[in-house]
């Protein structure tokens, strides 16, 4: 029986550690500001949302959210869009080059962010794109895993409908947005969420390219905050973060079975 | 019916364009040309240059910038503490994940979904908010990792304001915030196995040492090896955001590592020539990194 539990026990373990830093998010930004480093632990009471009221007051969050969405939704459609006429091409043409070219997809991913910050900065300055949602998208589309992901999907999809389709005298745009994508829903629904909520969470991007502050994203906005106004306030910075957390925290909880259930199966493939 | 009669003499497609292809490509090679690929060249060239960003002009340096770097005994300050960081992934993104996907699979059915999804969650915070969240944990004196020594008695250390201590107080939120990415793939990489040794491990309890050197293990090396070295692949720049939010390297640059070096020297000193020097030393060595990688797993035989 201890045999048993003791996975069990050892898990929850885990996850209360990993829970705690969000425990104290919460808890610190329903802390009445008299009462801040009064109790240890992440929550006490009385609890109060005077927090959330001044920092709703002091920060145009509803700006700053408007442009993290415009900023994420951009990122999303775009990687999407060009993910899936790449993924057509590798999983169901054959042509020269294919090989070489795809191995430039993949690749992609493993350069880190921090090598190509300094010239996408001066190429973006040069465009006069500093400061503009368009600035902040256009790095943002490269679409190496949405292709890596979607062509694996494509190619365990059955030849004979698309044979059938073709024989219908179906264009490729077609073929893609008739059958392909509703055939692969479950995939892209997840793979959108995820890329998502990536880009929701880019900071040092969106620090660099938008630095004027009628363009700051959420996680700049806060960070701004941090460092001037907000920087021993804890309780309002807290709830800050929050209200920046939620909306990527409610799709993931929203759509979490499909998440998890792609990240397993089209994680690694060994 | 009606349409598939459309061709009747035939069942096959009619012929398809050769060039299609390379259109259906184009708009995403574009990007990657541009925001990936070029950078890499534009950082060689920039690095011969001496530049402020904003000055019309650069002076050429040639190979100066390297020469400096390379006689600058910071840069071997920065390559040990970036080993460090790699260490401590190694740790904290390959060891602790695959133990927790170990646990995960003697547990099976509806609580281990339960567990997945939780353990996941905290991934989805942005690292430079939870980096906040963390600077307040690790607050000296009124922080609740303070209060929490000094209930036991102890002398609380000063954590990111230490400079012995700062890289691993980083390290760890870095590490913290993506386990339950790691742990997911580590998940993966194991229901990948064959069913009837996971069901084995299961059964067994996989406590047994003879079990789990002689069957899991050996079977595992493959999955092994990608985990690991895509955990170290990542632990640089996991590092990255934290470092800035937190420290910004400091104290006395001990919790910086070369990613965050070459951002500095690009955005804080204004030195593009040195960033992109930096840059390029950076990229070689990742580069050497994963073709190590791929002839590992070339040569047991994974692709094969």
């Known amino acids: 029986m201890a045999r048993r539990l003791l996975p069990h026990l050892l898990l929850w373990l885990a996850i209360g550690l990993c829970f705690l830093p969000l425990l104290y998010q919460l808890g610190l930004s329903l802390v009445p500001p008299e009462r801040l480093f009064a109790s240890p632990w992440p929550f006490s009471l009385p609890i109060t949302l005077e927090n959330y009221r001044v920092v709703l007051e002091k920060l145009p969050l509803a700006r700053y959210a408007f442009n993290s969405l415009v900023f994420a939704l951009g990122s999303t459609l775009g990687q999407l869009v060009l993910g899936l006429l790449a993924a057509y091409a590798f999983a169901f043409r054959r042509f020269a080059l294919a090989e070489l070219l795809f191995a430039l997809f993949v690749a992609s991913m493993l350069v880190p962010f921090v090598v190509t910050y300094l010239p996408s900065y001066l190429l973006l300055a040069r465009l006069e794109l500093l400061n503009t949602h368009l600035g902040l998208i256009l790095p943002m589309l490269t679409a190496g895993y949405a292709t890596f992901l979607l062509r694996q999907r494509f190619l365990s999809f059955p030849k004979e409908i698309l044979e059938a389709a073709l024989v219908d005298g179906a264009s490729t745009l077609q073929i893609l947005w008739r059958v392909l994508v509703p ?6 629904v997840a793979l959108s969420i995820t890329l998502f909520i990536g880009a929701w969470n880019q900071f040092v991007w969106p620090m660099l390219v938008a630095s004027r502050p009628e363009m700051y994203v959420l996680t700049v906005a806060v960070q701004r905050f941090a460092g001037g106004e907000g920087a021993n306030a804890w309780g309002p910075l807290m709830a800050a973060s929050v209200l920046a957390t939620l909306p990527a925290l409610l799709l993931f909880l929203a759509f979490r079975k499909r998440i998890l259930e792609t990240l397993l199966e089209g994680g690694v493939r060994l | 019916m009606q349409r598939v009669e459309a061709y009747p003499h035939r069942a096959k497609a009619p012929p398809r364009v050769a060039w299609e292809p390379y259109l259906l490509l184009a708009p995403g090679l574009l990007f990657l040309l541009v925001f990936v690929y070029w950078p890499l060249v534009y950082n060689l060239w920039l690095s011969l240059f001496e530049w402020n960003l904003v000055s019309p002009q650069a002076r050429f340096v ?5 020469q400096a770097l390379l006689q600058d005994p910071l840069l071997g300050q920065l390559l040990r503490q970036s080993l460090l960081y790699l260490a401590l992934a190694a740790l904290g993104n390959f060891l602790l994940p695959l133990a927790l996907a170990l646990l995960t699979l003697q547990v099976g059915g509806r609580w281990a979904e339960l567990y997945q999804s939780l353990l996941f969650t905290p991934t989805v915070v942005a690292v430079s908010i939870a980096a906040l969240v963390w600077l307040y944990l690790y607050l000296p004196a009124a922080g609740p990792l303070a209060k929490a020594f000094a209930a036991l008695g102890l002398p609380a250390p000063g954590f990111l304001a230490d400079p012995q201590l700062a890289l691993y107080a980083v390290s760890l ?10 742990y997911l793939i580590a998940l993966a990489g194991l229901k990948a196995l064959p069913k009837e040794v996971l069901e084995a491990a299961r059964v067994d309890g996989a406590v047994g040492w003879a079990f789990l050197s002689r069957v899991l293990l050996p079977l595992l090396a493959p999955t092994l090896v990608f985990l690991f070295l895509s955990a170290l692949a990542s632990a640089l720049d996991y590092a990255f955001v934290p470092v800035d939010v937190m420290t910004q390297g400091g104290p006395f640059g ?12 690009a955005f804080r000193y204004f030195r593009a020539g040195m960033a992109a020097a930096l840059a390029v030393l950076l990229t070689l060595g990742m580069a050497a990194l994963i073709v190590g990688q791929l002839r590992l797993l070339e040569r047991r035989g994974v692709y094969g």
């Open chain 2, 62 to 66: 040639g190979l100066g910038n390297y």
């Open chain 2, 254 to 265: 001990q919790s910086s590592n070369l990613m965050y070096a070459v951002y500095q020297e």
């Open chain 1, 183 to 188: 055939a692969n829903q479950a995939t892209l």
């Open chain 2, 173 to 182: 939120v870095a590490n913290w915030k993506f386990l339950g990415f790691h």
